[in-house]
């Protein structure tokens, strides 16, 4: 029998958020980004659900799905295999009663890719990920897009640390994707490959929403899913990240009167009063590599649309 979380005080959950094992190449549960995707999960109706997460990462998804929100069981997977290793770990550790419910799928898995964990999917009610959404910066057809536009990549933006995979995507591999074009290809993969494995699941994503939210909501839509956004934060763009891949999109529509059908979003305020475009964004990074520069992060959950 699972906790009832209603009964759990706020400080306990706090404590209990922030405290499993983070190695340098994962995600911090204090990351903005986390705490977003766990206020979504929070409105996300997960109670007695199975859920399916993609990207495990250190499993305090996992651990905060199953002791917070009720959910009844969850699979997962991670393209990183020792992630996997870990979330079981902190499971155990963090809330062992609860540690019989998470089924993982070991080895490294690209996005539903493999027997093991199609064989999850179809036992699943709600698909959770966060994914990259940032091409990798050695693609070389991203490349050769970047430089026809004349835009330089940041310093160090190749250097490939543990958590590389964590934040960009092989773009190449997913040109046949419409939405690859704006960075979403590895998301729109994963949207056609559930809805065609569990057409009934309901998917609830973490975006970061610098091409804005209203080009997300088309992915969702092109792909058979209702949008609806249930979290949204305003956080602190780490200082060093390369945003070159949204200048290039920016100068690419300039001057074909699409510029408005794609409009970057960034802020340099806390309170998200004070847009940027991308380019903007970037010249104020070349004046000072330490400026800090905001951008909304969102939850945007998919409801299969059904003819």
């Given at each position: 029998?699972?906790?009832?979380?209603?009964?759990?005080?706020?400080?306990?959950?706090?404590?209990?958020?922030?405290?499993?094992?983070?190695p340098?190449?994962?995600?911090?549960?204090?990351?903005?980004?986390?705490?977003t995707?766990?206020?979504?999960?929070?409105?996300?109706d997960?109670?007695?659900?199975?859920?399916?997460?993609?990207?495990?990462?250190?499993?305090?998804?996992?651990?905060?799905?199953?002791?917070?929100?009720?959910?009844?069981?969850?699979?997962?997977?991670?393209?990183?295999?020792?992630l996997?290793?870990?979330?079981e770990?902190?499971?155990?550790?963090?809330?062992?009663?609860?540690?019989?419910?998470?089924?993982?799928?070991?080895?490294?898995?690209?996005?539903?890719?493999?027997?093991?964990?199609?064989?999850?999917?179809?036992?699943?009610?709600?698909v959770?990920a966060?994914?990259?959404?940032?091409?990798?910066?050695?693609?070389?057809?991203?490349?050769?897009?970047?430089?026809?536009?004349?835009v330089?990549?940041?310093?160090?933006?190749?250097?490939?640390?543990?958590?590389?995979?964590?934040?960009?995507?092989?773009w190449?591999?997913?040109?046949?994707?419409?939405?690859?074009?704006?960075?979403?290809?590895?998301?729109?993969?994963?949207?056609?490959?559930?809805?065609?494995?569990?057409?009934?699941?309901?998917?609830?994503?973490?975006?970061?929403?610098?091409?804005?939210?209203?080009?997300?909501?088309?992915?969702?839509?092109?792909n058979?899913?209702?949008?609806?956004?249930?979290?949204?934060?305003?956080?602190?763009?780490?200082?060093?990240?390369?945003?070159?891949?949204f200048?290039?999109?920016?100068?690419?529509?300039?001057g074909?009167?699409?510029?408005?059908?794609?409009?970057?979003?960034?802020?340099?305020?806390?309170?998200?009063?004070?847009?940027?475009?991308?380019?903007?964004?970037?010249?104020?990074i070349?004046?000072?590599?330490?400026?800090?520069?905001?951008?909304?992060?969102a939850?945007?959950?998919?409801?299969?649309?059904t003819?």
């Amino acid at each position: 029998m699972l906790e009832d979380p209603a009964k759990e005080s706020s400080e306990t959950h706090r404590r209990y958020a922030n405290t499993p094992e983070t190695p340098d190449f994962a995600f911090d549960p204090e990351d903005p980004w986390t705490q977003t995707f766990q206020e979504g999960l929070a409105r996300a109706d997960l109670r007695g659900k199975t859920v399916y997460e993609v990207g495990v990462g250190t499993g305090i998804n996992v651990a905060f799905i199953l002791r917070n929100c009720g959910a009844a069981r969850v699979y997962g997977s991670d393209l990183d295999p020792r992630l996997v290793v870990l979330a079981e770990s902190n499971l155990r550790s963090l809330s062992p009663q609860h540690a019989a419910y998470f089924e993982p799928v070991h080895g490294s898995v690209s996005l539903i890719d493999t027997d093991a964990a199609r064989a999850k999917i179809d036992k699943t009610d709600v698909v959770i990920a966060c994914i990259p959404q940032v091409g990798e910066p050695s693609d070389e057809r991203l490349t050769a897009f970047r430089e026809a536009q004349s835009v330089k990549l940041a310093k160090g933006a190749e250097d490939e640390a543990e958590d590389h995979i964590a934040h960009y995507y092989p773009w190449s591999l997913f040109d046949e994707y419409p939405y690859n074009s704006v960075g979403l290809g590895l998301n729109e993969a994963l949207m056609r490959r559930v809805r065609q494995q569990a057409p009934h699941a309901q998917l609830v994503m973490n975006f970061g929403c610098r091409i804005g939210t209203e080009i997300i909501c088309e992915c969702f839509e092109a792909n058979g899913y209702k949008p609806e956004k249930i979290a949204s934060k305003i956080v602190l763009q780490h200082a060093g990240t390369d945003i070159s891949f949204f200048v290039t999109l920016e100068k690419a529509l300039s001057g074909t009167n699409l510029e408005k059908q794609l409009v970057c979003k960034f802020y340099s305020d806390p309170d998200g009063k004070k847009p940027l475009s991308a380019t903007e964004a970037q010249n104020l990074i070349d004046m000072d590599p330490e400026v800090a520069l905001y951008h909304e992060v969102a939850v945007i959950r998919g409801i299969p649309i059904t003819n």
